[in-house]
Every structure is written in C-alpha cells, then in structure tokens.
C-alpha cells in the first residue's frame, strides 16, 4: 500500500518570505499523481498544485511550486512570497493510476498534513 | 460555478442515535468520495461511488456506516447507533471523471460530527 509522509507538523514563515514543505510517499508503480492541498480554518479543502509523474516538469501555479524528484520519492511544495492568506494545514496526497479495488475506487491517500503559520 | 456542498456544517448527537450527512457533488461529476478527517488519523477514505456502478465500500469502518447515491448526483452518509469514535470531519469530494486529467477532486466543507 502506498504511503505519505509529511515530516513536519508545523512550519511558520515571516511574510513575503520562502517556505518550503516536505513530502515524502512510498510506492512501487512508476506512474501516479501527486496532489497539494490547502485546509484553511474554514476546513474547505483548496486544491493548490497537482503532478503527473509521467511529467519530468515540475509543476508551478502562481506562487507555488514544487521540487518532485522522482527517484527519491520526494514531492516539496515551495510558497515564495508568502501572505497572510496561506496560513492553513497543507496536506499532501497521492493517487494510483489504477484502482485500489475491484470496484474501481481512486482516493486518495494523505499525509498527515502539515501547519503553516505566517508571521506579519 | 457551485462548488461541493454539504450539510449540516455542524452536528452534535448523543452516543446511539443515528445521523445523516448529506452532500452535493458539482453538476456533472460522476465520481464522489467519502473521507473522514480525524484527530490523530488524519483523513481516511471511507466510500467511493461511480456513475451507477457499485460503490467501492472498503473504507467504511464498520457496519454502522453505509452510504447511498440517488440519481447519479446526492449522496448521504449513514452512521447508525453513533458511538464517540466517530467524532471527525466528513469530508465529501467529487470530480469530473474517475482517471485521466480530470479526474482532480474537489472537496466540500465537511460536516463536523460531535458524539457525546
């Protein structure tokens, strides 16, 4: 079974600085999808990035990237120029290619999340 | 467009009654997940529905839990007789497809369950 690891419970960051989140994940297929998630107190869960690991890129969305290193299993997630707004648990997912059962099922499964502060 | 909505945001029960969360997916997703948001647990899939195929009910925790899907679009979690474990936030998620690029899940904002 494939497993997520999010090593650090919480992180803080000064605003308008860097802060990178570690993820680690554990699986024999070579291709799957690798998810970021943001749950702000509002417990809505946002969708920030998302990789193909067929895709050698890595993948950006505005302020937030990632540093996927395939061979070491390794999927980071790097906010630049941080605000007040990306305050929130940050959890990171992973998604088989193919179903986990007979019935076709894809979840996805979760690291333990992570906690971002931001410090005005 | 309207996101995943769920209801009650809140709900507070006493051990052994049964309750019912409720959630709507976005208009045309064929594909909706249950997961379930714990403390020390972390999110755990619970139930996986497709289309009108059979739902993939492997997640679910025990017999008191079942779940239903009318029409292609509404579903409801059931938990019968609640005990105080099944405290959390349930979480409800649905996307476009099951596989390929649109397959991305989109999340409602939880029912969280109180059992006292």
């Known amino acids: 079974a494939q497993t997520v690891t999010q090593s650090q419970p919480e992180m803080s960051v000064q605003e308008a600085e860097t802060v990178t989140l570690s993820c680690t994940y554990d699986t024999s297929e070579s291709d799957y999808y690798l998810f970021w998630y943001k749950q702000p107190p509002s417990r809505q869960m946002i969708l920030v990035i998302r990789q193909e690991a067929y895709k050698q890129q890595n993948a950006t969305e505005n302020r937030f990237s990632v540093n996927f290193q395939k061979a070491a299993k390794s999927f980071s997630l790097k906010i630049s120029d941080s605000q007040l707004g990306d305050a929130a648990m940050y959890f990171c997912a992973y998604r088989s290619p193919r179903p986990y059962s007979g019935a076709g099922s894809y979840q996805l499964t979760f690291g333990k999340g992570t906690k971002l502060s931001v410090i005005p | 467009g309207a996101g995943v909505s769920q209801s009650p945001s809140n709900k507070v029960t006493e051990k052994g009654k049964d309750v019912e969360l409720r959630c709507d997916p976005i208009s045309g997703h064929t594909a909706l997940y249950w997961y379930r948001q714990s403390l020390g647990q972390g999110l755990e899939f619970l139930i996986y529905?497709?289309?009108?195929?059979?739902?993939?009910k492997s997640g679910l925790p025990s017999d008191r839990f079942s779940a239903e899907r009318t029409g292609g679009s509404v579903s409801t979690l059931t938990i019968q007789r609640t005990q105080q474990e099944d405290s959390a936030v349930y979480l409800c998620?649905?996307?476009?497809?099951?596989?390929?690029?649109?397959?991305?899940?989109?999340f409602g904002p939880g029912t969280r369950l109180t059992v006292l």
């Open positions: 529905f497709q289309g009108n195929s059979a739902p993939d």
């Open positions: 998620a649905s996307s476009l497809t099951a596989t390929g690029d649109t397959d991305t899940q989109y």
